[in-house]
T-cell receptor
Framework: GAGVSQSPRYKVAKRGQDVALRCDPI?????LFWYQQALGQGPEFLTY????????KSGLPSDRFFAERPEGSVSTLKIQRTQQEDSAVYLC??????????????FGEGSWLTVV | AQSVTQLDSQVPVFEEAPVELRCNYS??????LFWYVQYPNQGLQLLLK??????LVKGINGFEAEFNKSQTSFHLRKPSVHISDTAEYFC????????????FGSGTRLSIRP
């Protein structure tokens, strides 16, 4: 497709379960971002990749959160031992070029995670 | 560190009335400024951005925003709103030297009354 694609769109996980969220960025986009958006809040930065390199992971809330982009295209955000406070929409975004913060970033529709 | 404040969590307006959504930012260094819109159950879409040059920026769907450095503001305006403008609007900043982070405000929900 032409846009950023995320799957699954909706995920219900039992507390303690591991989840994996997938992001397919726009083809050829160098930069990839993950954001977490809690209900009624703005998106919060989690991590950033330039190609396969994870250049910034300062926003990951704990060591239960792990992201990878092994071939510089598709990315996976993994959350281990999910907790209720992990319930949020996880947004993936991509942009065409690397180190230029004025570039337009394109967002996917998000993966809605509910931990019960 | 940078931060973004959107003072109004909700703004109700009548259809065809003008609207202004307020945004203030805090930063010790120069920033780029953005407005994003989020329609229900959809991802964020860029409305407009300020990088440099003219302080009045025009975006999609008839929206515009004005960068005011002295007041550290970047308010979003539209002279006449439509029902289809009902959405959540997010102001955001990124730092010149940082390739990674866009920092978002908490959002303003714009609801249009017929």
């Amino acid at each position: 497709g032409a846009g950023v694609s995320q799957s699954p769109r909706y995920k219900v996980a039992k507390r303690g379960q591991d989840v994996a969220l997938r992001c397919d960025p726009i083809s050829g986009h160098v930069s990839l971002f993950w954001y977490q958006q809690a209900l009624g809040q703005g998106p919060e930065f989690l991590t950033y990749f330039q190609n396969e390199a994870q250049l910034d992971k300062s926003g990951l809330p704990s060591d239960r959160f792990f992201a990878e982009r092994p071939e510089g295209s598709v990315s996976t955000l993994k959350i281990q031992r999910t907790q209720q406070e992990d319930s949020a929409v996880y947004l993936c975004a991509s942009s065409l070029v690397g180190r230029s913060s004025g570039n337009t970033i394109y967002f996917g529709e998000g993966s809605w995670l509910t931990v019960v | 560190a940078q931060s973004v404040t959107q003072l109004d969590s909700q703004v109700p307006v009548f259809e065809e009335a003008p609207v202004e959504l307020r945004c203030n930012y805090s930063s010790s260094v120069s920033v780029y400024l953005f407005w994003y819109v989020q329609y229900p159950n959809q991802g964020l879409q860029l409305l407009l951005k300020y990088l440099s040059g003219s302080t009045l920026v025009k975006g999609i769907n008839g929206f515009e925003a004005e960068f005011n450095k002295s007041q550290t503001s970047f308010h979003l305006r539209k002279p006449s709103v439509h029902i289809s403008d009902t959405a959540e609007y997010f102001c955001a900043v990124s730092v010149y030297s940082s390739a990674s982070k866009i920092i978002f405000g908490s959002g303003t929900r714009l609801s249009i009354r017929p």
